[in-house]
């Protein structure tokens, strides 16, 4: 997505270690509209007719997953990270490695609210390694529930979690692929 | 808002301890197309020409934020909860005291995104005790913000913090206030 790419490259700043700050537009500060045409662009490469509901994990996939859910009439399931008291028993689980944060959190999610047999579309704002969606992907099966494809806003893709998701030949789509991040250096992956 | 309390009437359980879940249209499983009509009855309520931008905090009340700042044109800022790496100095910072997870967690928030002088609309989905509100208007005030407003989906009147901001002058609204809840009972407050 051109556009993307363009304000990755305007606005993104690289800080060592290859971590790639967007959070003016993307997830801190986020700009909806633009989340808007996000979700045209995912709308004309997902078949959303074979979608039942959006799926994401919290925190930051939350805004994208929200808005793409509003403008295409779904509803969004996000996962929740670590325990809360508020959610009673009859939970599918599965456990990430969270390298923002440095530690193993547990992804939950309420079976309540995930059925075998519901098409579901992932949705997040980034990919790094691909520990929230392996664990959003876990979630799905333990539901007994169908993938329908995964949609990703950035990848970086210098760290092999969306090339991991192609090698398994599933419906991945990554908007903008980010092939080097150096400060002051952002290279992207020639076009699918 | 009416349909607001049909809804928690019909689809909310509440849990000893006063717990009131109604994850699944809300902040678990969320039903965007009823979050635009919750934004909708918001912009009845603030005068959206008087806003800059819209505040929430991670992670339920991201939805809700987002929809609203994509249906009015507004961009929106969630504050985050704890550390992470990724988020370089210049914090504004809020010492709040979850009881959902029973500790006391830090709201913050870049500098960079909020700049003095930006009227603030803040967003939540909930209000108990309303420490999430309270750090909120921290940062706001730390930025040398203006706040514009204070709008909550749900407030649970018994606890207390919607009263305190309706003390204090501010310019709060809640669109269903439950004044009692208990398993098998909710009852609602008078309208305001």
Same mark, same amino acid.
């Given at each position: ?11 993104? &700043?690289? *800080? #060592? ?6 959070? @003016? ?22 078949? *959303?007719?074979?979608?039942?509901? !959006?799926? &994401?994990? /919290?925190?930051?996939?939350? #805004? ?10 779904? #509803?969004? !399931? ?16 599965? /456990?990430?490695?969270?390298? &923002? ?6 992804? !939950?999610?309420?079976? %309540?609210?995930?059925? $075998? ?11 790094? =390694? @691909? ?27 210098? %760290?092999?979690?969306?090339? =991991?998701? =192609? ?7 990554? *908007?903008?692929? !980010? /092939?080097?991040?150096? $400060? ?9």
């Amino acid at each position: 997505m051109e556009k993307l790419k363009q304000r990755i490259l305007n606005e993104g &700043t690289v *800080l #060592p270690g290859s971590i790639i700050k967007i959070d @003016g537009f993307l997830n801190h500060r986020v700009d909806c509209a633009f989340l808007g045409e996000i979700a045209d662009e995912f709308a004309r490469i997902f078949d *959303l007719s074979q979608v039942d509901v !959006i799926l &994401t994990a /919290e925190a930051s996939g939350i #805004p994208l997953a929200a808005v793409c859910a509003f403008k295409w009439g779904k #509803p969004m !399931i996000f996962a929740k990270k670590a325990k809360s008291d508020n959610i009673e028993g009859g939970l599918y689980k599965s /456990e990430i490695m969270s390298y &923002t944060y440095k530690k193993v959190v547990t992804l !939950i999610l309420s079976k %309540q609210w995930l059925t $075998p047999g519901t098409r579901v579309l992932i949705i997040d704002d980034f990919m790094a =390694r @691909g520990e929230a969606v392996r664990g959003l992907c876990e979630l799905v099966e333990e539901a007994g529930a169908s993938l329908s494809g995964i949609g990703i806003a950035v990848e970086k893709g210098f %760290q092999g979690g969306g090339d =991991r998701l =192609r090698q398994m030949g599933l419906n991945y789509h990554a *908007l903008a692929v !980010i /092939e080097k991040a150096e $400060p002051g250096i952002i290279i992207f992956r020639d076009e699918e």
